[in-house]
T-cell receptor, first 111, second 115 residues
């Protein structure tokens, strides 16, 4: 399984944008890039996913590099509720869609 | 939409006892996954089902672990002869095929403590 690399932790101020980076230099052509987050004492929560093009949804935006070897999750205005561990994961239906979690990035948001 | 539910939410057991956890996925979701998470680590994949068929088991899943999804709806995860190293949060997730990528919805987990 292709691996991802993320910073262990990041800090942000409330109401400011946050850019969470992820490197996945060994990504294969059919891997989708998924982001999940896990708030304290909860199960992981789906955030967004994409293949090649940038994606937007109500929670976040996903910017994917042209060579697909890296991506960035963008939270446009961080709130205190966004404090969580964010996981960048490569997944594909051919592998059953299973998620292989790394350590993730722990995001703290300061008021 | 009631979401994924898991029972019990907490379980304390003595070493050597058997335990069983239940997961009720979102209705009509055909895939169901089990993960295990220890403190400070990301979740680890254990096994998954497509309908009632168990299609993959991780090498992490020793012979003491067994999972079933008898009618393609709810699933159970049983651990026999529990060990202290089994203490963890056991997470269940379900998904519905909408293309080549499956968005997973997670339950709140069952926290197991083996004393």
């Amino acid at each position: 399984d292709a691996k991802t690399t993320q910073p262990n932790s990041m800090e942000s101020n409330e109401e400011e944008p946050v850019h969470l980076p992820c490197n996945h230099s060994t990504i294969s052509g059919t891997d989708y890039i998924h982001w999940y987050r896990q708030l304290p004492s909860q199960g992981p929560e789906y955030v967004i996913h994409g293949l090649t093009s940038n994606v937007n949804n109500r929670m976040a935006s996903l910017a994917i590099a042209e060579d697909r070897k890296s991506s960035t999750l963008i939270l446009h205005r961080a709130t205190l509720r966004d404090a969580a561990v964010y996981y960048c994961i490569l997944s594909h239906d051919q592998r059953g869609g299973k998620l292989i979690f790394g350590q993730g990035t722990e995001l703290s948001v300061k008021p | 939409d009631t979401g994924v539910s898991q029972n019990p939410r907490h379980k304390i057991t003595k070493r050597g006892q058997n335990v069983t956890f239940r997961c009720d996925p979102i209705s009509e979701h055909n895939r169901l996954y089990w993960y295990r998470q220890t403190l400070g680590q990301g979740p680890e994949f254990l096994t998954y089902f497509q309908n009632e068929a168990q299609l993959e088991k991780s090498r992490l899943l020793s012979d003491r672990f067994s999972a079933e999804r008898p009618k393609g709806s709810f699933s159970t995860l049983e651990i026999q002869r529990t060990e202290q190293g089994d203490s963890a949060m056991y997470l269940c997730a379900s998904s519905l095929r909408t293309g080549l990528s499956y968005e997973q919805y997670f339950g709140p987990g069952t926290r197991l403590t083996v004393t």
